[in-house]
């Protein structure tokens, strides 16, 4: 068997996926591609098979099945298709570490598939937990899973936390970058259309979080996704805005002390360290001077502006399937104002109209999520007249 580690990368097509791959590339010595998924680019997935030769590929989309199977006949390359594909794929003993970088709930079931398989999961997709954090974490325990933060804030808290086991965090500070629109007003936002706020000033990222970052719904969903991470109160989870995402998030210890993890914004650092922990892997990435950046600067959230941010603290403090909820009209109102269909600002009331309308839950099974799921993407879709 080789040393090296085997890894599967669910969404290999997406800005996460392509840089793990760079990762990969960079260390060979290290890792090998076992299996690439991708739900609809099959150009570039064939280019990535035939350059990172993975035991298995899964096209989401199963229209485009021919096309990749018969770009891989000549080679050895397990071809599948299709949501079920997803998850089976999932299972295979083949694999060490799943990178888990598609986008939305459809991350969901392939990665609770992984987790049962008793992988180590590197998770970028933070809906996974947003979604069902507590059956997830739940399960990641049971099968002794571990669960290793990709997106950049969650890893600067991980990696602060090591060393730390025995020494209970008095809160953590979740950095934003205040997005595309920081400073700006409802008057501002109600014109923005989607290609300006596709432009975010400090990381290059899919359309779906460039979007989630412009209205703070990201920092909402990873309010959430911290909660579960490490087993917080929602009251021990703050968020700042620092415009220069230097410091990528802070953990606060009982004796006051801060510990926080710093460098240039770039998520081929989280991915690496995920990939390589506990072991740090030497790069040549370009190092942060202290001395080019005399000024980082800190300030309080505008949640009268971005009532995103509110409407996922509520969520965070109802608990239950709220914040499945909020999720699935999100991803469906996010989709909309992609598509030039509805305005920024109706985002956030696709949202929080439909956490208004679902039946709220206390305690759901995974299927009451999926059914929380399903409802709220309905509803959210009807009041935009898909
Ligand atoms: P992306 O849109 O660039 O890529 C998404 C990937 O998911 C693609 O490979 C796509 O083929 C796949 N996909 C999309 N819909 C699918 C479906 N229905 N079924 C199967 N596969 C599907 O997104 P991204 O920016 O790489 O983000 C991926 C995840 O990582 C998101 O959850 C995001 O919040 C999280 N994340 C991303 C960044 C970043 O810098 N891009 C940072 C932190 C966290
Ligand atoms: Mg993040």
């Not at 899973?145 to 965090?169: R, W």
């Not at 359309?207 to 021990?236: H, R, V």
């Not at 409407?311 to 030039?340: H, P, R, T």
């Amino acid at each position: 068997m080789s040393s090296k580690k085997r890894v599967a990368i669910y969404g290999s097509s997406g800005s996460i996926g392509t840089q793990t791959l760079e990762v990969i590339k960079a260390n060979h010595d290290l890792f090998e591609v076992e299996i690439l998924t991708a739900h609809t680019n099959v150009d570039l997935l064939i280019t990535q098979a035939l350059e990172f030769n993975p035991n298995a590929v899964v096209i989401g989309d199963e229209k485009l099945y021919e096309k990749l199977k018969s770009a891989l006949s000549n080679t050895n390359i397990k071809v599948f298709a299709g949501e079920k594909a997803l998850e089976e794929v999932a299972e295979f003993d083949s694999y060490d570490i799943m990178i888990a970088a598609i986008v939305g709930f459809a991350g969901l079931k392939p990665t609770l598939k992984a987790i049962e398989k008793g992988k180590v999961i590197a998770l970028a997709n933070k809906e996974t937990l947003v979604v069902a954090g507590d059956i997830v974490m739940k399960k990641a325990l049971e099968n002794r899973a571990p669960i290793i933060p990709v997106d950049s804030e969650h890893s600067a808290i991980f990696q602060c936390l090591v060393g730390e086991a025995n020494n209970p965090i008095e809160k953590i500070i979740l950095t934003a970058s205040g997005g595309p629109f920081f400073g700006k007003k409802p008057n501002f936002l109600v014109n923005v259309k989607r290609d300006h706020a596709l432009q975010h000033p400090n990381w290059s990222m899919g359309a779906k979080i460039s979007i989630d970052s412009a209205t703070l719904m990201n920092k909402g969903l990873e309010m959430i996704e911290a909660k579960w991470l490490f087993n917080l109160n929602p009251d021990q989870i703050d968020v700042v805005i620092h415009p220069q995402s230097v410091i990528h998030s802070m953990v606060q210890f009982e004796d006051g002390s801060i510990k926080a993890q710093m460098g240039y914004p770039d998520m081929k650092l989280p991915i690496q360290y995920a990939l390589g922990f506990p072991e740090r892997i030497k790069n040549n990435f370009p190092r942060f001077n202290f001395k080019k950046y005399p000024n980082l600067s800190f300030d309080e959230p505008d949640y009268k502006t971005f009532r995103n941010l509110g409407l996922a603290i509520d969520a965070l403090q109802s608990g239950g399937n709220k914040a499945c909820v909020l999720n699935a009209a999100n991803e469906i109102a996010v989709w909309a104002f992609l598509k030039n269909r509805i305005g920024f600002l109706d985002i956030t009331a696709v949202v929080e109209k439909t956490m208004e309308k679902i039946t709220f839950i206390e305690n759901p099974t995974l299927e009451e999520y999926f059914e929380s799921d399903g409802e709220a993407r309905n509803f959210a879709a009807s009041m935009i007249k898909l």
